[in-house]
DNA sequence: TCATGTTTGTTAGTAAAGCTTACGAACTTA
DNA sequence: TAAGTTCGTAAGCTTTACTAACAAACATGA
């Protein structure tokens, strides 16, 4: 097999380099598949038992990685020592911005499992108050930590940049602030910031079972996306992608948005839209609201899914609209729209993961930025 | 900035890869940048010039670069050796088995530049026989060649894998048919298949000016597309990426298709139906067929803009029926149906590299898979 | 004119990384 | 008890890119 190399070797590669990729492989291989031994190690990762024992022994003296005593099972030659991550041995503090009225916190262990909780009203707080809010939710989580702070992880709304700036987020009357680095100079920990949906789908990814290629859809006060192609996060030319919300539907008009169009799938999907078409229809007449949404979402998604080649979309939201009416008019619509050849394999489903879903995902930008694990 | 590390590391790198990237990056300069010398490259890729001078033998050594005598312009210090890449020290093989009739192929130069060409009829060919026609032809070229040839690039229609298999190109009869070993195994040098569309993009990227986020919509027979997103081209879960010729476009019908559905972008956008609809029309109404056209374009389009945030859009096929009223409503259409934002900044045009576009991309995969420039 | 400074490309030596080879330790099996 | 197996480590080698130093070849200013 032979794949195209990047096509833009952007710097130069020191023997350093080489080395933290194979610190990141024997830790992602602890990681992923458990307790191993040096030997094991070597023989699935394709490096020396010699090279292995110096990056263990590193990893050891930086504490993520410990002995834990020799392996049971009894077979010929020596007892192999089992070694593992340390997953107690630094916190992960995650927060979600995404919520309309309320930032929401956690302290996250290594694995993506919550063990604190917090969140601060937004009270309509916005610009330099609302960064000030999310200093002191991170404050107090730092204050329960436990263990050193592996570093924070923020999924934000609106769009962000690969420096952590959150470029736009109008709700939050942020436009270009510079919400990592004034979150890493207060703190003195690494800080990534993303976008929530991306965040959400690092998380799928990582700990809902979500292939490589995937689209998560967020369907809340507005709709977003996050798309994973080929394991890597989808960024874009100006770190919108994923801003679907206001892309206009079908070529028969449609109610009149906020940004001024008719039509945009916001209109249809947006949590208070539906609701408002919702109110007071019960039976054939709920059913088909949600059947229209779900429609106007297959609509929007065939070109897209069709152009990327997508293997799945996953919703996120709250599950008793989505997961229904709205969801199955959304697969037949996706069926009707596409080539025959995707049916087979495409599969739309609810996220697995939860309201915690932004949460977790930013707990993996963490592992992945900061010990190259997910 | 901490950008996030691609996800999975997925094998080990010895200090020897590192080396292989850094002579490419040595390559990458002067393929860009024309003549320099060896301080000159030291400091344009950060490496010190005793790795240069190392790297730059071996180049020298396998014939890749040549030393072009000193510097003529008048300044302090000894005077510098310019060196270049030896443009005529190796040729390109490039095939294009896109057209409906008539397999094409070309001698190209490192820089792109085609010195001979060839083709051969289909004549209706499929499976095995056409299999014959494309090693007859790459054996006619080759047989031109006046250099050593450095790989041979092949855009295929059809879905095609990373190991150069054509999984299936219903035209050509082809499932499954492992066209890169077949050629491989043959001539004895370097071959890489890719999809046509996905050559054109590259093709684009590389002499075209396209930036690193762009779509090429190829345009002909049927309707396909080549992504390359972050300078990456995108493959899909199935190698199927970019096939959108048979997206369903918008919620009113449409003229039946191939496939069996209604309304799918190639019953409005091939040049067949084109054709077919413009067929007696003259003035306002063959410009209509040719806005109805358009639109239909930017309305399957438009989510796949602003999904993946994309600056341009590309479009490749006969010129006397796209730039036009059919281009401009597509522009329209786009900007009517996606968010304010992405008017300032979305471009789309016409490309500049006319029918050879599938050729030179072709050269760029062989560019970029064995020398790791482009 | 001539000393000084600048730039280039190379030589010599060093540090880091992962490799191969070899070995002792600890266990199972015949 | 001897032989075989597996684990982890030690010693030495090769490769890589680095720093330091230098000669060559030029411009510039006293």
Tied chains: 1, 2.
């Excluded at 689209?215 to 798309?227: E, F, K, S, W």
């Excluded at 109110?279 to 998604?301: H, P, Y």
């Excluded at 080649?309 to 619509?333: H, Q, R, Y």
Aim: negative net charge.
């Amino acid at each position: 097999m032979t794949a195209l190399r990047p096509l833009r070797p952007s710097s130069k590669v020191l023997p350093v380099d080489a080395r933290g990729h194979n610190r990141s492989l024997v830790l992602q291989t602890l990681y992923r598949e458990g307790s191993r031994s040096r030997a094991d190690i070597a023989r699935e990762t394709a490096l020396t038992r010699v090279t292995v024992s110096a990056l263990v022994a590193e990893l050891i003296s930086d504490g993520l990685v410990v002995e834990l005593g020799q392996r049971e099972e009894t077979r010929p030659g020596k007892p192999a020592t089992l070694l593992d991550l340390d997953r107690s041995a630094f916190v992960i503090v995650g927060l979600d911005l995404s919520e309309h009225s309320v930032f929401t916190g956690a302290l996250l262990d290594l694995d993506g499992a919550i063990s604190a909780r917090a969140e601060v009203a937004l009270d309509g707080s916005t610009g330099d108050e609302a960064v000030a809010k999310v200093v002191a939710l991170a404050e107090q989580l730092i204050g329960q930590a436990t263990a050193p702070v592996l570093g924070i992880g923020v999924g934000s709304p609106g769009v962000v940049d690969l420096g952590g700036v959150v470029l736009s987020a109008p709700n939050l009357g942020w436009n270009g602030m510079p919400l990592q680095s004034i979150l890493a100079d207060r703190f003195g920990v690494p800080v990534l910031v993303a976008n929530d949906a991306n965040a959400a789908v690092l998380a799928e990814h990582s700990f809902g079972g979500a292939d490589s290629d995937a689209m998560l859809i967020t369907i809340g006060h507005g709709v977003g996306a996050g798309l994973l192609l080929g394991g890597t996060p989808l960024f874009g030319s100006r770190f919108a992608a994923g801003e679907i919300g206001h892309v206009v539907v079908g070529t028969d008009g449609g109610a009149v948005c906020a940004c001024g169009k008719r039509g945009c799938l916001e209109t249809w999907l947006s949590i208070p839209n539906l609701i408002d078409r919702l109110e007071g229809e019960q039976g054939a007449a709920r059913t088909a609201v949600l059947q229209e949404a779900g429609q106007r979402l297959g609509i929007a998604l065939a070109p897209v899914v069709g152009a990327l080649d997508l293997s799945e979309v996953i919703l996120s939201g709250p599950t008793d609209l989505l997961d229904g009416p709205l969801m199955a008019a959304t697969v037949e619509t996706l069926r009707s729209r596409t080539m025959a050849e995707f049916h087979g394999s495409l599969t739309l489903r609810m996220t697995t993961l939860g309201p915690d879903i932004v949460l977790r995902g930013a707990a993996v930008m963490v592992l992945s930025g900061q010990l190259g694990v997910s």
